[in-house]
């Protein structure tokens, strides 16, 4: 069962900025990042495939995020740049099935999140 783990989340001032990493136990194909801020749904962030393009960003982070992976080491990232209080959530890094090399529509593995609080 691949298992996910993130971290580098934490409390920031408007106008910082944060890394965040993913540490999957195996190879993973697709993958994104999730967040969910107090009292609202999880909403996606962002997406990618297997070698790192096909980005997608949600308009709220475009510009400011950046996803990246580095499939030796099974890590995915998100730097953050030029937060927002609005982006105060638990963030979620998610992986497609195995396989699926490209996008998919539901993920099948979840990380136990991270938390961003960003004070204005």
């Known amino acids: 069962q691949l298992r996910l783990v993130e971290s580098g989340g934490g409390p920031v001032q408007a106008g910082d900025s944060l890394r965040l990493s993913c540490v999957a136990s195996?190879?993973?194909?697709?993958m994104g990042w999730f967040r969910q801020a107090p009292g609202k749904e999880r909403e996606f962030v962002v997406r990618?495939?297997?070698?790192?393009?096909?980005?997608v960003y949600a308009d709220s982070v475009k510009d400011r995020f950046t996803i990246s992976r580095d499939n030796a080491k099974n890590t995915l990232f998100l730097q953050m740049n030029s937060l927002k209080p609005e982006d105060t959530a638990v963030y979620y890094c998610?992986?497609?099935?195995?396989?699926?090399?490209?996008?998919?529509?539901?993920?099948?593995?979840w990380g136990q999140g991270t938390q961003v609080t960003v004070s204005s």
């Open positions: 195996e190879r993973t194909y697709a």
């Open positions: 998610a992986a497609c099935p195995s396989g699926t090399y490209y996008y998919c529509r539901t993920y099948d593995y």
């Open positions: 990618l495939n297997w070698t790192g393009g096909g980005t």
